[in-house]
């Protein structure tokens, strides 16, 4: 997680939590638990899962780009779907890419 996407993030969001688990961040958004989680050096097989889950529950998952995630993507952005165009905007204004 970058440290500019944290800054930009910290006055327009409640909790910025992190728990060292790519697969566990991406279940929680599918099942409602978090709003979003990006990152920005993931492997294919940590979140290949999580797309799914997040895809089926009815979230959005995307590169940073807002482009369909690939597997070959390591750049990830995951959220409930609500939130996901806001979240990418911040994100990008802060240089995260």
């Known amino acids: ?11 327009k969001c409640r909790t910025i939590r992190m728990l060292g688990s790519a697969a566990l961040m991406l279940a929680w958004v599918a099942c409602g638990r978090l709003t979003a989680y990006w990152e920005y050096d993931l492997s294919s097989w940590d979140i290949a ?4 889950l997040i895809s089926e529950a009815g979230g959005k998952f995307t590169n940073f780009e807002d482009e369909e995630f690939d597997l070959r993507e390591r750049k990830i952005c995951a959220t409930n779907g609500c939130i ?3 979240l990418l905007s911040v994100l990008n204004d802060a240089g995260v890419n």
């Open 84 to 86: 996901h165009d806001e």
């Open 49 to 52: 899962a999580g797309a799914l």
């Open 1 to 11: 997680m970058s440290l500019k996407g944290v800054n930009a993030l910290m006055p």
